[in-house]
């Protein structure tokens, strides 16, 4: 019984920065790798990044790296996502999700991700 919560969306304009949240509850959460997603209008949903549990390693989407960091606080059970020199085509619902599995890191297989947040939105301005 797990629940994410992400925060932090908004309007940005191009080449700007947002910093995302991902609140989660769970007295396990430090076991888990965090994935993040966006899913773009009439586009499907695609993996940005993710973050191993104890926040030793990320992987990032080729599209995204350099620019975007995940971090995490365990004491605090959060997850964030930096974004910077954003892009109009980045717009979209963006969304958190935990892996199923303990101590394990799936990259961008949706199905190995069994809690997911509602998402936040990021509109991004030309």
């Known amino acids: 019984q797990v629940q994410l919560v992400e925060s932090g969306g908004g309007l940005v304009q191009a080449g700007g920065s947002l910093r995302l949240s991902c609140a989660a509850s769970?007295?396990?959460?430090?076991?888990?790798?965090v994935g993040w997603f966006r899913q773009a209008p009439g586009k499907e949903r695609e993996f940005v990044g993710e973050?191993?549990?104890?926040?030793?390693?990320?992987y990032y989407a080729d599209s995204v790296k350099g620019r975007f960091t995940i971090s995490r606080d365990n004491a605090e059970n959060m997850v964030f996502l930096q974004m910077n020199s954003l892009k109009p085509e980045e717009t979209a619902v963006y969304y958190c999700?935990?892996?199923?599995?303990?101590?394990?890191?799936?990259?961008?297989?949706?199905?190995?991700?069994?809690?997911w947040g509602q998402g936040t939105q990021v509109t991004v301005s030309s």
């Open positions: 999700a935990k892996n199923s599995r303990r101590y394990y890191m799936a990259g961008s297989v949706e199905s190995e991700y069994d809690y």
């Open positions: 973050i191993n549990w104890t926040g030793g390693s990320t």
């Open positions: 769970g007295r396990t959460f430090s076991s888990y790798a």
